[in-house]
């Protein structure tokens, strides 16, 4: 990401996570799609705005689908525009899942940029009670309106991170913000609360299960500070997925997007894979969480053994 202010955006972080003591709460929805693969390849795909914010929507063809579709809204890394998400929200969308990616502008540090915050998880959960409702809209009749999961990319997931505690702190949260009741879990990519130059990672209070998934090869967030804030996460279920030979931009549709600060270090695996690999992850997770009993067995079950492109730890 072109954001050269990342140790403030750190040290916000942890004192977001130091400063919030939230309990567990259970997360349980009604029933998704049983399937341990993606349901479809056929998407419908739309434009949209989210409380002003420009957006794109991914969603099954609704031929492919029966049954009402989670909200997966997707933060984005400081400056990565959300056309650089298709592939991976398309992917995630696959699994059963309406996945939203709004392009957030806002300040942040005296500078102007794509950030995201806090808040766009309420704006979300409006926005899917209307468009539920809203006459032409694709998805009108076929969203639950009950479960919003997140989806996070650095930046943005430390964002997202942030939310799950219960805390409002700058620089992720640019006007107050509370996490909706329908926040039910959430995934995020490159996303760490490590303090600059620290060698551990504060509590992290989550009050929704979350998954870190990590590039072995990111030279942005490191794969020892993923480490560090999955073992600081206070309550499970919560998982790490380690991609193999994937970078920072494992997620994104090209490496290194323009305008984002770019991972010095090369990424090993062919882009699409590391593209799969963390999408499957992150929907099977956000399944899981929403009360799929099939899901939970790919996940906790074969997934890691059948699965060569990544490593996985969990405590369900």
């Known amino acids: 990401m072109r954001f050269p202010g990342l140790g403030p955006v750190l040290s916000a972080v942890v004192t977001a996570l130091t400063l919030t003591g939230v309990a567990a709460v259970p997360a349980h929805a009604g029933p998704v799609a049983r399937s341990a693969t993606p349901e479809t390849t056929e998407t419908t ?15 099954p063809a609704p031929a492919k689908i029966h049954h009402d579709l989670p909200v997966a809204l997707l933060l984005q890394g400081a400056d990565v525009d959300k056309s650089r998400y298709s592939a991976f929200a398309r992917a995630v969308a696959s699994y059963g899942f309406a996945v939203v990616v709004p392009n957030h ?19 979300t959960a409006a926005w899917m009670q209307q468009e539920d409702i809203r006459a032409g ?8 309106t009950a479960s919003l999961v997140l989806l996070g990319h650095s930046f943005g997931g430390a964002a997202g991170l942030t939310l799950t505690t219960g805390a409002c702190v700058p620089p992720f949260c640019g006007e107050p913000a509370t996490a909706p009741a329908q926040l039910k879990a959430a995934a995020f990519y490159g996303t760490n609360n490590t303090p600059p130059g620290g060698t551990g990672s504060p509590p992290v209070p989550n009050a929704v299960p979350v998954a870190l998934v ?30 193999t030979g994937a970078n920072h931009y494992g997620l994104t549709d090209i490496q290194n997007p323009p305008g984002a600060r770019p991972d010095p270090v090369p990424q090993t695996v ?47």
């Open 45 to 59: 795909e739309f434009t949209t705005t989210v409380h002003g914010d420009a957006a794109d929507v991914y969603a």
């Open 137 to 144: 809209s694709p998805l009108r009749g076929r969203i639950d």
């Open 214 to 243: 990590q590039g072995t090869a990111d030279g942005v967030a490191s794969p020892a500070s993923a480490e560090g804030t999955y073992d600081a996460l206070l309550n499970p279920p919560k998982m790490l997925v380690s991609v």
């Open 270 to 316: 062919a882009q699409d894979r590391s593209v799969k690999a963390a999408a499957r992850w992150s929907a099977m997770f956000l399944r899981t969480a929403l009360g799929d009993h099939w899901s939970a067995v790919w996940l906790y079950g074969v997934g890691d053994s059948v699965d060569g492109d990544v490593t996985v730890e969990y405590v369900k």
């Open 105 to 123: 502008s806002r300040v942040v540090f005296g500078q102007a940029g794509l950030f995201a915050e806090e808040a766009q998880a309420s704006w």
